[in-house]
C-alpha cells in the first residue's frame, strides 16, 4: 500500500486505485501510519499468502480524515489550514526524498520524445550508461523493505504532522496499533 503522484493521462490497472486529489496534505494522510493500519484492518485479503488488497470501498471511503482535511472538501479550501501545510511540507519532503532514492540524478537522464510530448506525457527516467543494473533495482518495494533510517524519520515527521491535525496531543511513534485503531473507529462511528 504505497501512494505515488501519476499524471492524469496515465491509465491504471485493474488491481490499482486512483485517488484523484492533487494536494499533499492528502498524499501525506494517506501514506500516514493511521491509514495504513485502518487500510490493514479494513482491506480485503487475496492470493496465496493472503496477502492485503487496498479496496476503495473498504480502506478510503471508510477511513476517518482529520476534521477539516476530508476528501469531500476542495483541497484549496483548505489550504490555509496550519494542519493541512504541516502534512503537506512532511509529504513533500517524503516524496521528494524517495523521488531522489528511486532516481538519482547522477544516474539518471530524464527524457521525452517529440511524439510522447505531443501525447502530453511527462519526461521519463532513462538509465546513464553503466547504471542500467542498479536502477532496476530501484524500486518503491525494495525501498519500503529496507526501510532505512532517513526514510522511517521522514515517516515519523508525517505521522506527528497527521497526529496533531487529529488533535491526539498524546501521540508518540510507540503508540500502539490498537490504541490508534481504537481512535479512528470512533472517529469513524461518531462521523
Request: aromatic share 12%.
Amino acid at each position: 500500500r504505497l501512494f505515488v503522484w501519476l499524471p492524469a493521462a496515465v491509465l491504471l490497472d485493474s488491481a490499482c486505485a486512483a485517488i484523484a486529489r492533487d494536494d499533499d496534505a492528502t498524499f501525506g494522510i494517506l501514506h500516514s501510519r493511521f491509514h495504513e493500519l485502518w487500510s490493514l484492518a479494513q482491506c480485503t485479503w487475496m492470493g496465496k499468502g493472503n496477502d492485503p488488497r487496498y479496496t476503495p470501498t473498504t480502506c478510503f471511503e471508510t477511513f476517518p480524515f482529520p476534521p477539516d482535511l476530508t476528501p469531500n472538501i476542495p483541497a484549496a479550501d483548505y489550504a490555509e489550514n496550519i494542519h493541512a501545510k504541516a502534512i503537506a511540507v512532511a509529504a513533500f519532503q517524503l516524496n521528494q526524498l524517495r523521488e531522489n532514492w528511486l532516481n538519482p540524478p547522477e544516474w539518471v537522464d530524464w527524457v521525452i520524445t517529440p511524439e510522447e510530448e505531443k501525447a502530453g506525457y511527462p519526461k521519463r527516467p532513462v538509465a546513464k550508461p553503466g547504471y542500467e543494473a542498479d536502477l532496476k533495482k530501484r524500486t518503491l518495494t525494495n525501498l519500503y523493505n529496507a526501510r532505512p533510517s532517513w526514510l522511517d524519520m521522514a515517516h515519523k515527521n508525517l505521522d506527528k504532522a497527521v497526529a496533531v491535525a487529529y488533535g491526539w496531543d498524546d501521540y508518540t511513534p510507540d503508540m500502539s496499533d490498537g490504541d490508534i485503531l481504537r481512535r479512528l473507529l470512533a472517529l469513524n462511528l461518531e462521523r
